[in-house]
Every structure is written in C-alpha cells, then in structure tokens.
C-alpha cells in the first residue's frame, strides 16, 4: 500500500483502458479522485488514460476516454489499474500483456477493475496475491487458474495488488485507498459528494459490517476495522491506523479495550491469523507465501503466531481441515 504519510507530490493513478469496458466501473474508479482533488483544495491524485492503440476508446455504451498508447505510456504510477468488461478472458493481447509484466518486474502496483484481474492474471503477475473479479468470471477463472487465491469480495487489497469487482465496487475500493492516503474524514466527505453515504467494506455483502460482526459503534472504531480489513498483507501501525480514523492512539486503545476486549493490534493480529487460516484451507501456497499474504515477514514468525492463536501450527491445521472436508476425521473448530 502506499505510504499514507507521504505528501510531496501527487499520487499518480493509470488507467488501461481495454476495449468495451464497463463505463460504470471505469466511472466509479475516477469519480471518487477527482473529488478528493476538489474537497481537499489540492491536487492529490493525478489520472491518466492509456489503451493499446491510444486514441478514444469506446465504452460498453459508447462514452469514451482519450488515451495515451501503451507504447508512450509513461511507467512512473503509483498504482496502473487494468479496467475490463465483456469476456476478458478472452483477451490476449501480447504486447499489453508484455506491458504488464514489465510494470510487475519494475514493482509498479497493479490493480484490476471489474474484468481486469483476469487480464493481470493472464499476464502471469498475480501469483501468491488474492483478489477478485466481477462475479461472473469466478468460476471460470477458478477453472482455468486452480491455484488462484480468488475471493467473492467487493475489493481485495493485497500489498501490491489492488482489484475490484466492478459496478459500484470501485467506489468502495476508492474510498479505501483515500482513507489510506489522507484519512478517513476525507473519504467519508468524498462519500457524502456522491450521496453514497453507506460505505462498505471489502467483505460485502458476504460478511456482516463491524457494527454487527463485531459489536463496535464509535465511529473511529469503525472506522479502524474498515481499514484492517483492506490493510491484511500491508498491516498500518497503531499511529497510523489512529491518525487516519481521526482521534489519537491512546483514545482508540482505550476503545478497543472496551469494545473489543483487547488491544488494537491483538485485534488486528487476529485478523490476520484468520485470514492465513481461510488461505491455508483453500489453497496450497507455501507457507511462506501465506505468511506475507498475511503480513507476516517470514514463515517462522507466522508459524509462532498461528500456533498461538489456533492451537496448532499451520501445517496441523491444514492437514487436520482437509482430512476434515474428506469426512475422514473431526479437526478442530472453524474459528469465525
């Protein structure tokens, strides 16, 4: 993720436009930064348009953008989001795919919009990263890519990957990435810009918002939760996950003990944990990889830490989980 702190010069945001995209999605990505440009009184995200071709590029109802050819197209983004519709499966456009791979080899982020992870994956740069993609390319990218850690969730933020499911949902991711960025009382404004005032987490629809899930109810709180939740494999500091929901760090231990029963970063260590154990059971990932999947910098670190947590090391709880699913024999409970 990138560095909430750093204020020198505007975030720089691309945008691959790939023929027949979702005119909704592309807007609901771009929306949201243009607003955060004009609440803020300052220009903090810069966008740029870019297709194979260059020239204006039609839309799935015609609306289109102009854009930079990929040839011209300049490497120096913060994050390139790939913004796809239609079959994009289907896509195999070599030297947009080559284009992608050296933005990977470079460590440019990448981002996918709707279609566009199956776009990323086709160029080979979304190994041991979870994401998503609009919900009906899911079984089909299952298909063709067994090993990839897929999710039915609007947005999935996985250190350097940055995908959507399309529709709205790129409203949602957006106002993630501004609440990350420059705080969460400048991405709640950006939400009451658009009168789309109930902003909703990564999860959603599938899992049940913080106020529910977890019996939280001050704002900051919150608004806390929302930020670990799009923060697993990049985990955000006790300061700045105070400094971004707005009140200071001592204030928010002191609310998270009473609300959550532990501190702040028990809480978010649980998290984690949790997520690391949904992976180990649907996947077969190294446990490495699980580990910086899961914010964790190396596999003995997280092996301590499961263990901990669970009761067994993760290799146990992968193997008990699976015998379990097979109907050979009981493992231990499903932690939720």
């Not at 947009?96 to 990323?120: E, F, H, K, M, N």
């Not at 420059?182 to 009451?192: I, Q």
């Amino acid at each position: 993720m990138i560095d909430a702190n750093r204020r020198g010069r505007p975030q720089r945001y691309g945008f691959l436009l790939i023929e027949g995209y979702a005119l909704m999605s592309a807007a609901s990505a771009v929306e949201p930064l243009r607003a955060a440009n004009l609440l803020s009184g300052q220009p903090l995200y810069e966008l740029s348009f870019i297709s194979a071709q260059g020239g204006w590029v039609r839309s799935s109802v015609s609306g289109a953008f102009e854009t930079a050819p990929v040839s011209e197209a300049d490497r120096d983004f913060d994050i390139l989001f790939v913004v796809a519709g239609g079959n994009p499966l289907a896509y195999h456009e070599g030297r947009v795919l080559a284009w992608l791979r050296r933005l990977a080899r470079a460590g440019v982020p990448l981002g996918g919009i709707s279609g566009g992870a199956a776009i990323l994956a086709a160029a080979g740069v979304m190994a041991s990263r979870r994401f998503t993609i609009h919900w009906q390319h899911i079984d089909a990218m299952r298909e063709i890519y067994p090993e990839a850690l897929i999710e039915r969730r609007l947005f999935v933020i996985d250190r350097d990957r940055f995908t959507c499911a399309g529709g709205m949902a790129p409203l949602d991711m957006a106002y993630a990435l501004i609440a990350s960025d420059h705080g969460v009382e400048l991405a709640r404004g950006v939400s009451d810009w658009f009168i789309h005032t109930g902003i909703r987490q990564a999860e959603a629809p599938q899992q049940l918002d913080p106020v529910r899930r977890y019996d939280v109810h001050h704002p900051a709180l919150v608004a806390v939760v929302e930020l670990m939740t799009s923060h697993i494999a990049d985990p955000l500091r006790l300061e700045d996950l105070a400094h971004l929901s707005g009140i200071g760090a001592r204030q928010l231990e002191r609310l998270a003990k009473q609300q959550l029963g532990q501190s702040v970063m028990q809480f978010y260590r649980s998290l984690r944990l949790e997520k690391a154990d949904e992976i180990l059971q649907q996947s077969n990932l190294p446990l490495v990889d699980v580990a910086l999947a899961t914010g964790f910098s190396d596999r003995s670190h997280f092996s301590r830490a499961f263990k901990a947590h669970f009761g067994v090391g993760p290799v146990t709880q992968r193997k008990q989980g699976r015998l379990c699913k097979t109907g050979h024999r009981k493992g231990p409970a499903l932690h939720t």
